[in-house]
Nanobody, 127 residues
Framework: QLQAYGGGLVQAGGSLRLSCVAS????????MGWFRQAPGKQREFVAA??????????YYTDSVKGRFTISRDKTKNTFYVQMNNLRPEDTAVYYC????????????????????WGQGTLVTVSS
């Protein structure tokens, strides 16, 4: 299971950190991702991280590069996305997800590959 939290209302230029706690079959959760869905839009990929590898390789969608940072804390079975310099267009429901195996890092942008999803947490960025 995955549980996401940390959303809220923030002004443009502000920061938020979302957390996703993994429980249960965590051994199969070798890749973790964040996705978001804005009102009236399709779900889109935000960032992903290798959970199991030593380096914790990361992958970001272009629109958040340099502003968002995905990280993990294996001791807490938790991964995060630190979101800085938020913009109104970042407003969305954010979802965390996990994917087993060792896919090519760039394929982690495909939400259909993920096996487990957490509930969403709403991030609202006011202008």
């Amino acid at each position: 299971q995955l549980q996401a939290y940390g959303g809220g209302l923030v002004q443009a230029g502000g920061s938020l950190r979302l957390s996703c706690v993994a429980s249960g079959r965590t051994a199969s959760m070798t890749n973790m991702g964040w996705f978001r869905q804005a009102p009236g839009k399709q779900r889109e990929f935000v960032a992903a991280i290798r959970w199991s590898s030593g380096s914790g390789s990361t992958y970001y969608t272009d629109s958040v590069k340099g502003r968002f940072t995905i990280s993990r804390d294996k001791t807490k079975n938790t991964f995060y996305v630190q979101m800085n310099n938020l913009r109104p267009e970042d407003t969305a429901v954010y979802y965390c997800a996990s994917k087993s195996g060792s896919p090519i890092l760039s394929t982690l942008k495909n939400g259909a590959l993920y096996e487990y999803w957490g509930q969403g947490t709403l991030v609202t960025v006011s202008s």
